[in-house]
């Protein structure tokens, strides 16, 4: 697996002036299709809304947003008279409705890699702007992509003005990759005459930009002017703070959570924050409210009973959480592989909860949902699990499902308060650390670039005096399905110097625990290496699995979760199923 810096930096702009709201004028496509939906909406039954198709949007569509859709989807200058090479999927059924519109012509040129075969449309510009238009209005994956060459080829271009403004640069040419969000899929087959050719990279999660053929879809659970979706989670010192977040419907704009150390009458109050949470397509709650409200000056070791809401909406019920007590070093958790909010998994946290009561926080290896994109998504994750995140703290890292389509897990953090010390060069809140009592958490965003946190890793690592070290990010460093070598260059080598006790990790759903490993091979015992485990919260179906000679113990079918106690210098682990029943366990002895 690669990881490219400036592809992060590509999604981060595409993301900054697409998706979030910036203030420049390459919001027009946003703020288009924002208008666009809102009028379908407004004159259209749901029922018609699943059934129109490109010709029937283009025959609604004003000049000027027609314009707009045909000129703000890339654009660039040019010092000199150029020809635009524009590569379209040939498998996407309907063409760009501006693309013959607007000059360009197709050649008998084709260009190819593994997955797709592409046609070639070529238009001539003159030295100044290009303006080309949106993917489709069908979500097609592999949306186009361009090269661009001079006219006079004694002519040296330069590409100034761009939007997307983070756009990476490739030359033209078998080997080069198109899609940031899959850099192992190159072209294989290039004609000579766009060979040499300036190569404007991409992401496939640009064919949502204008995504309305079969895109609306509906919650289950929609919201209200009552408050729900209570999680609980930590920012600050898990000793003398709490982060409460919850949801309302849009026409509440105020919470607060009123709280008080259990068995006493003493109430506090803490306002919350509120943010405004838009997906566009979710027909019926497009909008809603999401607060967020941070407690601090707690006691250690204490349990307190609160509740929130407002006057406006109404408040909730009460329920309670307990800080973390500091007047010894044991404690437990729990924590799952992929859930992607399965009802399966939901019995499975509500299980725990009943089984094992008294742990401190839960924790998920990424994946909690299939398409982080989807609100509805989010919402069925935070059903199934019940009540228990009301009580128990949720510390979670994001999965490639939770960022999908080079897009970024923008959803993610809107739903969750996280910590926010992880690389200054990422969004925060997708990786982090904490510690808890004599333990460090390194939670790391395995989508984001690997080598660019690297130094953090090293930082937290060499900075800690903690007994105990683990690290939970989504891809497996050691697994039978994909090679992750760059994990293992440059993550586990400082694992190894740093003595990290055990690395948490999914995606691969199965179940996987190895012997101690260090320097990529099997040791003799705990204290000389990690042992790296891979689990999953739903049910797998991996059979004849072949051989993992670092493996102890494996198991195809899934559906588990690991509840680890820590005794000062003793970890007792175990991995059980929905029954209770110990399918894996061992000891770390200090």
Not at 138 to 157: A, E, N, T
Request: hydrophobic share 35%; glycine share 6%; net charge negative.
């Amino acid at each position: 697996m690669k990881s490219f810096i400036f592809s992060f930096l590509f999604c981060m702009s595409l993301m900054s002036s697409c998706n979030r709201g910036s203030s420049s004028n390459s919001d027009s496509l946003k703020e288009t299709m924002d208008a666009i939906v809102t009028r379908l909406y407004q004159n259209l039954s749901p029922e018609q809304l699943d059934t129109i198709g490109n010709s029937w949007i283009i025959q609604h569509l004003s000049p000027e947003e027609k314009q707009v859709l045909a000129t703000k989807y890339l654009y660039f200058n040019v010092n000199t008279p150029v020809r635009v090479s524009l590569m379209r999927d040939r498998s996407q059924k309907v063409l760009p409705f501006w693309l013959e519109s607007s000059g360009f012509i197709l050649t008998d040129m084709v260009v190819k890699n593994s997955h797709s075969s592409y046609e070639v449309w070529q238009k001539d510009f003159d030295a100044g702007k290009v303006e080309l238009g949106i993917n489709g209005f069908d979500k097609h994956r592999p949306v186009y992509f361009i090269s661009v060459g001079p006219q006079d080829p004694d002519r040296k271009l330069e590409i100034t003005n761009n939007f997307p403004e983070g756009q990476h640069f490739e030359t033209m040419a078998a080997g080069a990759f198109t899609y940031h969000d899959w850099d192992e899929l190159t072209l294989e087959e290039v004609p000579d005459q766009l060979a040499g050719q300036v190569l404007f990279t991409t992401l496939r999660g640009r064919a949502r930009e204008a995504h309305l053929i079969g895109a609306f879809r509906t919650t289950s659970y929609p919201s209200g002017p009552e408050p729900d979706q209570i999680m609980l989670s930590w920012v600050g010192d898990p000793s003398t703070s709490m982060d409460i977040q919850w949801r309302c419907n849009n026409t509440v704009t105020e919470g607060t959570v009123k709280y008080w150390e259990s068995g006493s009458e003493d109430t506090l109050h803490a306002v919350a924050s509120m943010s405004i949470m838009e997906d566009r397509l979710l027909q019926n709650d497009r909008y809603v409210h999401r607060f967020t409200a941070h407690l601090d000056q707690l006691q250690a070791g204490r349990q307190y009973t609160y509740m929130l809401g407002s006057e406006q909406g109404g408040w909730s019920e009460t329920a309670s959480f307990q800080t973390e007590d500091n007047r010894d070093e044991n404690f437990s958790f729990i924590w799952f592989g992929d859930t992607h909010k399965s009802k399966h998994w939901g019995d499975l946290i509500q299980h725990s909860f009943q089984k094992f009561p008294d742990v401190a926080f839960y924790s998920i290896a990424g994946d909690l949902v299939s398409t982080g994109l989807h609100r509805d998504d989010w919402d069925q994750f935070i059903h199934v699990s019940g009540p228990v995140l009301q009580y128990k703290p949720l510390m979670p890292v994001p999965g490639n499902h939770d960022s999908q389509d080079g897009l970024g897990a923008w959803m993610y953090r809107e739903i969750f308060a996280l910590p926010e010390n992880g690389p200054e060069e990422l969004s925060p809140e997708l990786s982090y650390s904490f510690r808890y009592k004599n333990a460090l958490f390194q939670m790391i965003d395995v989508t984001s670039p690997i080598e660019l946190q690297s130094t953090w890793i090293e930082e937290q690592l060499s900075n800690s005096d903690a007994l105990w070290k683990f690290a939970i990010f989504h891809f497996p460093p050691y697994n039978y399905e994909e090679d992750y070598s760059e994990i293992r260059e440059e993550w586990c080598r400082l694992f190894d110097t740093y003595h990290v006790d055990m690395v948490m990790s999914g995606h691969t759903h199965y179940y996987m625990r190895s012997l101690p490993i260090f320097n990529e091979e099997v040791v003799e015992h705990h204290a000389l290496g990690t042992v790296y485990v891979i689990s999953v919260g739903i049910p797998g179906n991996h059979e004849n699995m072949p051989d993992e000679e670092y493996a102890e113990v494996r198991d195809g079918q899934g559906w588990l979760y690991q509840h680890m106690e820590i005794n000062g210098e003793r970890l007792i682990y175990k991995s059980l199923d929905i029954n209770g029943n110990t399918k894996d366990e061992f000891v770390i002895e200090k």
